[in-house]
């Protein structure tokens, strides 16, 4: 081997590295429109079974049956935008306008009425928290200034809405068309496995999107009835966020469960904790914690063995292994991911002997 060949392979090695690092920084650059791609992936899934409806049973003609399920599905955000967001801007702009000072003085009269109610208001630690004065040291006023952000920046999501919305047209127009764009980058010799295997991966995943708005769909029922029985304010807007928490896996509950939990005790703030808040939020906490078995035993089982496919201890134990390397993220998009990968693995390496035991319900 002479210089030559040396300096050949050290120069192609620099090119591939300097060439991974350009394409890294051109994702990097367009992240943004990853995004849209991804999520407009998404809704096409979910809106994938409402055109294979309109297309087989109705008899609609391709185009057709495209535009009226992205009318079906603009409608249904419109409703939810009609629904959520009056509702959030009145909170804002309620709050910006809010006495800071009553405020506080509401929360802490809220936590004496707590510490006396459990006969804890002589403990060391109580009584370091009235002389500390810490209560009083918080900032009230990020509240209000948070909300306010929150508000003002859904003008900013006009761009990314269209855009979703505009790609999503064309991945439910040319159902292929994503998949053409990856298969590119196949060998022609595995081009047959590889569209079986996108067409099964869109199946279920189809399946799993959908299953997950029913189950969004039901715990909000389940937490508005409870809301409203007990008279909390804005009961739909903390159904809603509570419901939506719960697509992050086993963190969300927790999250939701808080949240509701604070709410409903900050809606009745000045009134007597004995008699109108403990009563209330163990009520409502009682309304959660039903909900969220209803979710355990029936909804989510039957939505992973209708879909993915997966025994219960693998979908834990890859859900929370995604959660460590890939944070909240990872734990979101862990069970279609890891479904994707046991379709793939199923089509190229049937024969192997771990392959076959993971993928034997699929």
Do not use: W
């Amino acid at each position: 081997m002479n210089s030559k060949i040396i300096s050949n392979g050290i120069l192609r090695a620099l090119a591939i590295i300097a060439a991974v690092f350009v394409l890294f920084y051109f994702l990097y650059e367009i992240q943004s429109v990853l995004v849209y791609i991804a999520i407009a992936a998404v809704i096409s899934l979910i809106g994938r079974p409402i055109v294979r409806f309109l297309k087989s049973k109705l008899k609609f003609k391709n185009t057709l049956a495209v535009i009226t399920t992205m009318v079906v599905l603009i409608a249904l955000l419109i409703g939810l935008v009609r629904m959520f967001i009056p509702l959030v801007v009145e909170q804002g702009h309620n709050l910006s306008l809010l006495n800071i000072e009553q405020l506080q003085g509401n929360i802490e009269n809220l936590y004496y009425q707590f510490t006396e109610y459990f006969s804890i208001s002589t403990t060391d630690v109580e009584q370091s928290l009235k002389e500390s004065k810490l209560l009083s040291k918080l900032d009230y006023s990020i509240i209000p200034d948070f909300l306010n952000s929150v508000v003002s920046g859904f003008g900013s999501f006009s761009i990314g809405l269209f855009s979703v919305l505009f790609i999503t047209f064309f991945f439910l127009k040319d159902s292929r068309l994503f998949e053409q764009g990856i298969l590119i980058l196949v060998p022609d010799s595995k081009e047959a496995e590889s569209k079986k295997s996108f067409n099964k991966i869109k199946d279920l995943l189809s399946r799993y999107f959908v299953g997950l708005i029913f189950q969004i769909l039901i715990l909000f029922v389940i937490y508005t009835i409870v809301l409203l029985v007990f008279g909390i304010k804005n009961a739909v807007v903390i159904a809603f966020l509570c419901a939506l928490l719960n697509l992050i896996p086993y963190v969300g509950p927790l999250v939701g469960g808080v949240l509701m939990l604070t709410l409903t005790m900050s809606s009745n703030l000045g009134a007597s904790f004995s008699e109108v808040i403990l009563p209330k939020t163990i009520y409502v906490m009682i309304g959660f914690a039903v909900g969220q078995l209803i979710d355990n035993f029936f909804s989510q089982p039957f939505i992973f063995s209708k879909s993915v496919k997966s025994h219960p201890l693998e979908i834990f134990l890859v859900i929370i292994i995604a959660g460590i390397i890939f944070g909240v993220l990872g734990m979101i998009v862990a069970i279609p991911t890891y479904t994707a990968i046991k379709v793939i693995l199923k089509a190229f390496l049937s024969d192997n002997k771990i392959v076959k035991e993971l993928t034997k319900n699929l």
